[in-house]
């Protein structure tokens, strides 16, 4: 299996929570888990790459 990088794995986990909350119709919850996610891994991505940079 392939190493992904770590704001992969963010993102496939908060998809994933996500998609339980919408299948409890809980929709705020789903929304709330995926702008989480999302923002998580852009800090991930942007942090990542100040390290390449060092």
Do not use: C, H, S, V
């Amino acid at each position: 299996m392939e190493n992904f990088p770590k704001y992969y794995a963010r993102l496939f986990n908060g998809i994933t929570d996500a998609i339980e909350a919408l299948q409890e119709q809980n929709y705020i919850k789903a929304q709330d888990i995926l702008i989480r996610a999302q923002q998580d891994a852009e800090e991930m991505y942007l942090e990542d790459g100040d390290e390449e940079e060092e």
